[in-house]
């Protein structure tokens, strides 16, 4: 279903970077190391309540402690970084709000732009986030 695509897309990218030997780590900090999450009932919690930066030169995310002032920065909510570390999972009841795909497709699009230095052609067969519907509320 349509709905799903943006979710598609991110699995794309991810393994897509995971296979190139590029893929971020999204639990800990790029620069000093802290766990960016503790666990929570089993589930994976922002261990900050700022803003989190991906910095696209340091290859990761930096915990708010770490912030960047590199204009190529991206800021990250912390339940768009919880949300994905909690779908890597597989965690039941792990539903992405439209801005957390939206935040977390800019940083994997802009890694992977960094990287390769050019758009890969593959990425044009799924459309973009804005030209999506929002997301339906999970089902109960």
């Not at 979710?7 to 995971?18: A, D, G, I, T």
């Not at 960016?36 to 700022?50: T, V, W």
């Not at 696209?56 to 960047?68: K, L, Q």
């Not at 909510?77 to 539903?95: D, I, T, V």
Request: glycine share 6%; with cysteine.
């Amino acid at each position: 279903p349509p709905r799903r695509l943006p979710l598609l897309r991110l699995r794309f990218e991810l393994h897509f970077l995971q296979l190139l030997g590029y893929l971020p780590d999204w639990g800990r900090c790029c620069a000093c190391r802290a766990a960016l999450f503790r666990e929570e009932e089993g589930r994976a919690a922002p261990a900050f309540a700022a803003p989190y930066h991906f910095d696209v030169r340091g290859g990761g995310v930096r915990c708010p402690d770490c912030a960047s002032a590199d204009p190529q920065r991206l800021l990250l909510a912390p339940a768009s970084l919880a949300f994905l570390e909690n779908w890597r999972r597989g965690a039941e009841g792990a539903h992405p709000t439209l801005q957390a795909l939206q935040e977390l497709e800019a940083a994997v699009e802009r890694h992977l732009l960094h990287y390769l230095e050019r758009r890969p052609r593959s990425l044009a067969l799924l459309p973009p986030l804005d030209a999506l519907e929002p997301l339906p509320p999970p089902e109960a």
